[in-house]
């Protein structure tokens, strides 16, 4: 898991998470199961560097991913020549599940239903927004969401006035900002890791660029954007794929668990 690097502040939710489950598991199972956490600092080559080694060093029972889907990606493929399950949280690229791999699992929605849930809110708004922009990292990921939200909103009836693409880890997003504000832009919507999109949300501002509504999906996932941005931070919407306020069985439980254990409100991916 990425306990390093630029998936830290959504693997330690999941990490958590993990720790809870295995917690809960072993008060009533009669073989303890243990938990062993490797940090690969977000990086997919350490990733697989990793599983490799704990293949031949623990002959693991399962092997239980972080966030990031270029991460499970490269996870996959490991996981399926060693034949050990993978379980994926915080993965929502849909093109690895349709290679075939056997031992992959993920319980969390995928760019489909990300793209279709996000145009299905829009269409509520009286009145709805009509002018779209992307800015989609160069990722196997970036290309197929950016590439689904196009397609929902031209089947839709919205104008997708620009799509841009930017390097995972950019500093300077000036120039796909003011091509968004240029085309009278009033959505946009976006995947960036946590470090990007609160670079990305500090430099909207600074570019006196605020959409009527902002989609980061991944990036506001986490605590340290609010801690970071403060008000700026406010109004812009994700997809986390969970929530402390569901009222699903078992949801309170894990609330009130991960308040006695880590002192601190569950946040979107512990569940």
Not at 86 to 93: C, E, K, N, P, Q
Not at 154 to 181: F, H, M, N, W
Not at 208 to 217: A, G, H, S, W
Not at 223 to 228: R, V
Request: no cysteine; hydrophobic share 40%.
């Amino acid at each position: 898991m990425g306990i390093t690097g630029r998936y830290a502040a959504l693997v330690e939710q999941v990490k958590n998470g993990y720790e809870l489950a295995f917690s809960d598991l072993n008060k009533t199972s009669k073989i303890q199961l243990q938990l062993k956490q490797l940090d690969d600092a977000s990086d997919a080559t350490q990733t697989v560097q990793l599983m490799e080694s704990l293949n031949s060093s623990d002959n693991p029972i399962a092997l239980l991913g972080g966030a990031g889907s270029d991460l499970h990606a490269a996870a996959a493929a490991v996981a399926d020549k060693n034949k050990t399950p993978y379980l994926g949280i915080a993965f929502a690229l849909l093109s690895v599940h349709q290679q075939g791999f056997k031992y992959l699992f993920s319980p969390f929605p995928k760019s489909p239903q990300i793209a279709v849930t996000t145009f299905d809110m829009f269409d509520t708004l009286s009145p709805k927004p009509s002018k779209v922009a992307t800015f989609h990292e160069k990722t196997d990921w970036g290309a197929e969401l950016s590439g689904l939200w196009k397609q929902e909103a031209q089947k839709r009836g919205y104008e997708v006035v620009t799509d841009e693409e930017y390097t995972p880890g950019a500093t300077d997003y000036s120039s796909l900002i003011l091509k968004a504000k240029g085309a009278n832009a009033d959505v946009l919507l976006s995947l960036p890791t946590p470090p990007d999109g609160i670079a990305l949300q500090k430099q909207l501002k600074e570019l006196d660029y605020l959409p009527k509504m902002t989609v980061f999906i991944r990036a506001a996932d986490s605590l340290i954007w609010g801690q970071n941005l403060g008000k700026d931070g406010d109004y812009v919407l994700n997809a986390p794929g969970w929530s402390p306020q569901l009222k699903f069985p078992g949801v309170s439980q894990v609330v009130d668990e991960h308040q006695a254990a880590y002192n601190k409100s569950a946040e979107a991916l512990v569940g």
